[in-house]
């Protein structure tokens, strides 16, 4: 008989199956990756769709990721469940730690507060006997900063993933207009401003190349130096995209050359960076965070100096004077990364481990 496995999403936010974020695509994966072994399911506090094994249980709004009532009809309705496996919901760890990993996806926003661990001082016997896994070497290091008493045989590190069937291998040069993509929230974290002064610095030097820009405006009220819509819309190098799903995302960045990943706050992991990579991309990235455990600079991919617009735009230029082999060979090392440390079965082996010892 199977083992079974209870999945538990974060509490604060629906599970969209239209329109899934980074969070949902890792849990959607857990799930369908899983099932080869184990009977699983997974619940949600709303579900927009339908899929089979993905459950609503009830939960109270305004409480949020400290919804008791929701933790404890996750519990009641998973109590013979072998293994207890919480996204971003560390409150999951106090009702029976011997059997539950927590895993950390973007959750760096709440290091260096109380409510990473709720409760810790108190608790932390009981948080001690639980399994946290992260999503980047960057954020467990953070964590275990922040909580040096955490037993380090039970804080692991498994980087996100892509499927396999989604690597681009491409052998074709870059064409005659190089074609740049930026992908994410619009917003001054992310340095949407950077890229964009970027090109615009870069079309003085060179006119051979067009920027593509995935994703829309600011979700996070963030208002710090964002650029206005009809500013970069006015320069016809600039292509806004807009927002895609997943597999228009994946399909539209397959025969793109660039892709830039200018990021001011330390990115937990940064899953557009290995998106990037599997379709044959060179990437540029500003190396904070996570980002730095993807692209090793002049290997598979470069990265340039945090906030800094000059070195964006002499990298970008440097990308784009790549004689064909050059660029090739990084390509190559960005495949070879992906297969290496990035792939959902290297991610489920190593889960699988962590769960044999509970």
Known sequence: ????????????????????????????????????????????????????????????????????????????????????IGSNSPFLAL????????????????????????????????????????????????????????????????????????????????????????????????????????????RLIREDFELYLIGGTNLWSNKRKNKDDVTFEKRDYIKNVGILRREELLKFISDKDILVVPSRWKEPFGIVAIEGLASGMVVITSGQGGLRDIVKDGYNGFIFENNNLDDLVVKLNQVMGLKEEAFNRIRENGYDSIKKHFTWDIYINKLKIILRTL
């Open 1 to 84: 008989m199977k083992k079974k496995i209870s999945i538990l999403h974060w509490t604060t936010t629906p599970f969209n199956l239209n329109s899934m974020g980074g969070l949902e695509v890792i849990e959607y994966n857990l799930l369908k990756n899983l099932q080869k072994e184990f009977d699983v399911k997974l619940f949600v506090p709303e579900l927009v769709g339908k899929e089979r094994n993905i459950y609503e249980i009830k939960h109270l709004d305004f409480l949020m990721k400290y919804d008791l009532f929701y933790y404890l009809n996750f519990i009641i309705r998973n109590k013979k469940s072998d293994y207890l």
């Open 95 to 202: 009702f029976k730690p011997n059997k539950t990993v927590i895993i950390f996806q973007n959750y760096i926003r709440f290091l260096n507060s109380t409510t990473f661990l709720p409760f810790y001082s108190i608790l932390k016997k009981r948080y001690h006997k639980s399994h946290l896994i992260f999503c980047s070497e960057f954020l467990k290091e953070e964590f275990i900063k922040q909580y040096p008493l955490f037993p380090l045989n039970n804080t692991h590190a498994i980087f996100n993933a892509v499927d396999e069937k989604n690597i681009t291998f491409r052998e074709e040069h870059y064409k005659k207009i190089k074609k740049i993509v930026f992908m994410g929230q619009w917003n001054f974290d992310k340095g949407f401003d950077l890229i964009i002064d970027a090109v615009e610095r870069l």
